[in-house]
């Protein structure tokens, strides 16, 4: 029903389409079209577009009959090319129907190989071939993946029935069945084994079950096979391996995938076959050499299978030299390291390739950029720059921002992450891996840490108390709480991978036990682990997956490559980067990973520390004004000795500091002794401070009394902080040292609340001028995180010299979700389903917050048009959320520590694509 | 610092200002100059303006400086006319310094009276008075004020002080002093008893004790006196008592108030003098009749504080004749009817005049619109028009919609109000005023009502299990919770009077006391009154006062006076007037009150009922889809059976139906006895399905888990209550009734959930019309309640029918408020700085949300031009926002029932209030 063309012919070398038409034949499609082109030898095929699968998911199987007639003309090319005929009794042509989405998706949706087998046309195949083993063992395999893919039946009876064969061979061999069963009984047995009549009583069998189980008999039209297996590949788009993989890797579900269907070539057709995969770089270092494995006389599966252990393509790339292809088949090699380079060379890209050699005659599959490790990233792209085979802003682009996390954070062996299957997800609160001994208690944490054990913490949720328990720990894993939970802030803060509000585990602090509800694919609960004090964890805070036992860790690894590579990206950006950092500590490491600045430095967590959170207490408890200025008087000199380790650190750049933001009853005592402690300090009742602590607690927290609205019913409280900042400045400023401090004031509405918080930093701070006898310049602005800030940011710039986005509370309030609650409720069902493309806590929403931003931008601007423009909420380190507040044209973001080689590099990428896109 | 007029003369019949400056003179100095120039007696004076008083809120004394010279010509001028100087030994000029802001504020705000008296001046006017008593009485009085409004001194020692003396005339007269006390004792002795050495002593011993107190002696300057007594006036304006005032009127804090300077004159030089207030018309009844009260020989503080009982002043409206000042002094009361009657002719309106006789001499001190009942409005308002006096249009904007609560709803009596004062106020969550014996437990509630008695329910919150008892309570009374928790939003449907979150009052359900922590005037806590079960109250659910006993209960009182206005107003207004309604008796409430649809049906109200909230429970702990379709079945019919009464109330009325809304954890078992229940029917533990209660509760549950969110997770839900409705609809219809049902989704911030309701809707639609073999007509349409959802309006009118503006949660999430805890924090010290003009909740923020709700109708025009546009919040019984509404184009808005006439007559009045702005 569209006037695009929706079917693209390939082969003989010349295809319809090539390889920038990525988005509409996906990779693989794009490939295929581009090798063709080139000449490679591919066997012949045609890619149905992604928007026929776009079209698919809102229309279902209608589509299907507005790309037969294309579909068909497409089938007799590869017909009159390849001298077979799709359904011929005698000569049949079989095909492959594969899905290929624009990005890569290993394994995630389905295949269907050999299509085109029917009863004739099998017997044809053993003919033809000469070999009618080869024909039914096709056929076999053939209705096992048609039966589960497109007819939707269990691959379970299917096993059984071929491991029946394969002890039936083992019992004509003397091997005791009984004794030998499921992986070792298929090594004892491989399929290769199983002999001709075996399989033909196997298809036999299958196509029974199928008749039993469907009503209908397998389809014996070739036709109906391949429209089936089209439709299949289309649906698999959104089965839950995709849907979840899309999650984890940020792909839009709305993309679709492409539909490749390609005549079949046949590795195992003898030991003048094989099939093989290779790299044209070592995907690990980057390093360039041809590295792969092979398989005589096999199909593609079996050497991704695991059940015959391929061997090594090159010589001297492990392996018995006399194993390679190189050895084995030296001319064929030859050729296809030849056809390797030049599709490295053409594609200015390392290439990852399948091939398959049927009876002596090379054939390519597929090529595609090959997956790399971060480092292997940054090495080829700068040896490509080196060799002149793209410029500086192309290895910028080559390189995916979130991959630097692997050289900033040690990482999980990619390799056995891959390979192991994760015994619960979490939030990926903070990036990083970390490998330990369980621990319960922040204090058992630091004793064991003191004799050298690497542990993980792991509690129901932190506390302030905890924080010498996450400071010894190597990570930290939560049952409960949200990415801005205390311990995922804490943890961001220090480094610490953390894993926050794991549903599935059950934390036990008492008897020291975690239960770990153990899920199937479809999340139903199947069985419960339970992990006691000691029991080694891994646990990935990038993904948020956590792992039992100790998977292999890699320290994280910045090269020479990184400096030179981040040199050119820092050189084109335009945005700067800034961090989110409350400690000397914090800033130190920014400013190492190249932070031009604190973009917010939250006071409040200064008041945590075990010293001072008492003193905080006895603030909140107060019940004047009088008792109240005791307690911020024992906060002040903490407050100011923190600003002053924080203003040395940074000399010379500019350090945001919030006042103080969250509700007061975060700093509340908990336990009965901590409120005896309280209650002894203050000389209040330990009545009255629970009392206390029932009139802070809210319904709404996030929309409650915290931030300016503090400030207005306390102003004492800002005042200290003015005099703690403006004291530490005036300090660190007669050491010699540039200090800039701005001071920003959150959660205002309007401008009147602005205007008082105005009133009482300058009343103060003409006093601590005063006292001193010196003065320090500052600047004063606000965060803009309220839908009516943004509305009015007109009048708020009369006041403000800055604003600050707050996009993590903007986006909770314009689309009015909790960010704490909505990971765990409805937030997965609306990514899975499309409602939102990605989670907005991760990738700015452009479209609701985005337009707020780009609203108080025009208005706080109008209003004074020097106007500085920044954002610290987490998309700050977030590429997709970097491009857009660079296309925008705000002045800077801020992130955490960590990220800040992230954003600099996303910043980078957005000053490029949007110069070349005002060039097209 | 301007060049606006800031200082206004009248005097001698000629007047700078008049009566339309009311914004600007304040409403007593409009006055004063109109009737100046009507050539009414009145004393020469002047008034400084509001905006003078606004200019001294941001830049304090500085702007006396401003107004110095103004303000000393225009006491030139006085001195002129009265013969008298200021300051001046002999023949001193005295003068009134008063407050007068926009709208009659009585009593909250300072004056201060006999201003220019000093220890020489006292002499001089003694001197020419021939009368040293009054001259020592007057500078008593002065001092006594000037000390406690300007000087800000206790008037605690100076009323000491006074006692002293009455005490030593007491004992002169053989009256015991020590067991005459306090009221007694001034009854015994009047101040016209105190002679004249002794009230020279007092002020003697007051000079003394202001010396000892600031440490300067009491101003001998009267220039001093006068600036001081103009600043303290422009204070008072946000002094607490004020801003209570404002608080409860809902006026703004910006207004500022004028300041009057006058001449003074003197009701207290003896027999031929006196003072007294008048109303032209009987402010209760409205009856035509000149109505008041005098006192010979006395100042005008004198006819209030209640000490000596004032006389009637005409003769025939009670008290006897012989004291009437028509019988007193009937030529000087003559005169004063004949001006009063002018002034009500000239304003066309019922007159409130304050005058002075002086020696033998009529003086007019004020004149200003009388405040009245409703029901006295009403028949003012119709007599006018009746008499060709106004048009019927004035009529209507005459009438505050406010007033109209009186007449539908019973109300406490005013008199005895205004002298009560409430032992807790709490939120003014349902209005109407109730009388009865505290209960406990709802089924007390309803045994006490079985027998007849009157009774209050009181608790701590309410739930869905006290729906007995709330319908058998006179008035409800709640600890916690907001004008969204289940009292308020139950009670409102119910027209039950209503007091929630009355933080003041913790209740003891077991042991059956409510303990009420009594506050002084600043809010610390006094003392603790303790109520038990059968004690009686009396609450006011209009204004959140509660009163201990039984306060005097006036009855809802609807006369033809009402019929007539209404129908004026409904012919002029454009703005449809719906209501918000769960049940068919709210609908048939409305209906009576002029309701034109259902704005709101809230269908999650439906499944509080005994009967039901179990198979809520049910669907909500299920695990399976099928398991929660047990429960969904067995709801069915009860929503079926909802909206088929609700629709035949309705007939021929759209009905717009909110699909299911909250939080699945509103409907959740609390206590064991439920849960053992919930887990019986579900065959679930109660550990599962306390686990499951756990699961579902949120950190921010505004921001949760709920609307079209449910709808995404749990599609069944919708689809049931799709069913229901469509079910109804058709049974109805097929009675010959015209339904037209109005299905609405809330909570969504975009096209992708709006769609997939849709689809869920149609799926079920197509279903029931198959089944029954018939159709109805049905409009989709979706609540607009959070920032996003205006965002992108425009592409979610691709899909909705019609937008109703829940201004309530976008209230919440444009301003990031929680309505449930904010009035309990920080939004009353917003309200009393000024920082809000008005609760957001009540009155609609304009620039805010108001901007927002303008964009949505903007896109979703441009998309959709003939896009219907309502809006259900609680501002839409709100007269501001009404006006607002009308004002940018709304076609509805829809409130409770019982504030329909509110709506229609704000709507009304928001109509003739744009005609004559587009005639100017």
């Known amino acids: 029903m569209t006037d695009r063309k929706q079917v693209y012919f390939f082969g003989a070398g010349k295809a319809e389409g090539n390889a920038k038409q990525k988005e509409l034949l996906g990779g693989k499609g794009a490939g295929l079209a581009e090798m063709t082109n080139l000449g490679v030898p591919v066997p012949p095929g045609f890619t149905i577009t992604t928007e026929v699968s776009v079209a698919y998911m809102e229309r279902g199987a209608a589509v299907i009959k507005d790309i037969e007639a294309d579909v068909l003309r497409s089938l007799g090319e590869i017909e009159k090319l390849v001298g077979m005929r799709f359904g011929d009794a005698e000569n049949p042509l079989l095909v492959s129907v594969r899905s290929g989405a624009r990005a890569s998706m290993p394994g995630m949706m389905d295949t269907i190989l050999n299509l085109g087998l029917t009863d004739e046309t099998c017997a044809g195949l053993a003919k033809k071939a000469g070999n009618a083993r080869f024909a039914w063992d096709a056929y076999r395999r053939f209705v096992t993946m048609y039966s589960d893919v497109v007819l939707g039946l269990s691959r379970e009876p299917f096993e059984e029935a071929l491991d029946e064969a394969r002890r039936e061979v ?34 036999q069998k299958f196509q029974a079950h199928v008749l039993e189980k469907t009503g209908k008999p397998f389809p014996q039209d070739v036709r109906e096979q391949l429209w089936g297996a089209i439709e299949a590949v289309f649906q698999s788009w959104n089965n839950p391996r995709a849907a979840t993989y899309r999650k984890i890797h940020n792909l839009p579900a709305s993309w679709g995938t492409a539909c490749n269907v390609q005549a079949m070539v046949f590795g195992n057709m003898g030991e003048t076959s094989a099939t093989g995969v290779a790299f044209t770089r070592d995907p690990s270092t980057g390093e360039r050499r041809l590295l792969g494995e092979w398989l005589p006389n096999a199909q593609g599966e079996d050497v991704v299978a695991g059940i015959r252990t391929p061997r090594k393509l090159s010589k001297g790339t492990g392996g018995p030299a006399e194993e390679t292809l190189e050895f084995a088949m030296p001319a064929l090699f030859n050729e296809f390291n030849a056809l390797a380079q030049k599709l490295e060379e053409h594609f ?70 891959q390979r192991t299957l994760p015994i619960a997800r979490g939030l990926n609160a903070s990036p990083g891996a970390a490998v330990g001994a369980i621990v319960f208690t922040a204090d058992e944490a630091e004793r064991r840490a003191g004799r050298g054990e690497a542990v993980i913490l792991v509690r129901t949720e932190t506390s302030p108390e905890d924080i010498h328990g996450m400071k010894a720990a190597k990570g930290i894993l939560t049952a409960r709480g949200g990415m801005t939970s205390h311990a995922a802030v804490v943890a961001r803060g220090m480094g610490t991978p953390c894993v926050a509000g794991t549903s599935a585990i059950s934390v036990d602090e008492r008897k020291k036990i975690v239960r770990v509800a153990l899920a199937d694919e479809v999340g139903r609960n199947v069985q419960t682990l339970e992990l006691r004090e000691g029991d080694v964890i891994s646990l990935d805070g990038g993904t948020g997956s956590v792992y039992r036992g100790a998977l292999p860790l890699k320290p994280a690894q910045l090269s020479g490559d990184y400096s030179e590579l981040m040199a050119w990206a820092d050189a084109r950006r335009t945005l700067r980067v800034r961090t989110n950092g409350d400690t000397p500590k914090d800033a130190r490491t920014a400013r190492n990973y190249g932070a031009e600045g604190i973009g917010l430095c939250r006071t409040e967590h200064m008041f945590f520390g075990d010293d001072r959170i008492n003193a905080m207490r006895e603030v909140i408890v107060a019940e004047t004004k009088d008792e109240r200025a005791l307690g911020l008087a024992k906060l002040l000199p903490f407050q100011r000795e923190d600003f002053e380790g924080i203003f040395r650190e940074m000399r010379g750049l500019p350090v945001t500091i919030r ?67 403006l004291e530490a400045a005036i300090t660190v400023q007669g050491e010699g040292i540039e200090v800039l401090p701005e001071i920003m004031i959150p959660l205002v509405f309007g401008k009147r609340e602005l205007q008082i918080s105005k009133e009482i930093l300058e009343a103060e701070a003409k006093k601590v001028f005063a006292e001193r006898g010196r003065e320090v310049r500052y600047q004063f602005g606000t965060m803009i995180e309220l839908p009516r800030a943004a509305l009015r940011a007109g009048e708020i710039a009369e006041i403000a010299e800055f604003f600050s986005f707050g996009t993590n509370d903007l986006t909770q309030t314009t689309l009015g979700i909790s960010r704490d609650d909505a990971d765990k409720t ?42 500085k423009l920044g954002i610290c909420g987490e998309h700050g380190g977030d590429p997709h959320s970097v491009e857009f507040f660079h296309d925008i044209g705000l002045d800077y973001v801020s992130c955490s520590p960590f990220r800040v080689p992230i954003a600099r590099l996303s910043a980078a990428q957005a000053a490029i694509r949007s110069k070349r896109a005002s060039k097209t």
């Open 348 to 417: 200015n890209d390392m290439q990852d390739i399948e091939f398959t050699i049927q009876e002596g005659k090379l054939y390519l599959l597929q090529t595609r950029s090959g997956k790399r490790s971060g480092k292997a990233a940054l090495r080829i792209a700068i040896e490509l720059v080196r060799a002149g085979r793209i410029d500086e802003e192309e290895a910028i682009m080559r390189i995916d921002p979130e991959a630097l996390n692997q050289l900033l954070h040690p990482v999980l062996d990619p390799e056995v992450v």
């Open 659 to 725: 006042l103080l933001d969250p509700p007061l009853h975060e700093f509340l005592p908990h336990t009965e002794e901590q409120i005896a402690h309280v209650a002894q300090v203050s000389g209040l009742s330990a009545a009255s401070i629970k009392r206390r602590a029932e009139e802070l607690t809210e319904s709404n927290p996030m929309l409650g009394h915290r931030g300016v609205r503090l400030a207005i019913t306390y102003p004492e409280i800002y005042a200290m902080q003015v005099r703690a900042i």
């Open 170 to 203: 083992a019992q004509s061999r003397g091997i005791d069945p009984r004794r030998t069963q499921g992986e070792e009984l298929k090594r004892q047995v491989p399929d290769s084994e199983i002999g001709e009549a075996q399989l033909q009583k196997l298809v």
């Open 826 to 867: 409805f937030l997965p069902v609306y990514v899975a389903q499309g409602i939102l493309a990605r989670s907005p806590f991760t990738s700015i929403d452009r479209e609701g917050v985005g337009e707020l931003v780009r609203i108080a931008r025009d208005r706080g601007r109008a209003t004074r048009p020097g106007l």
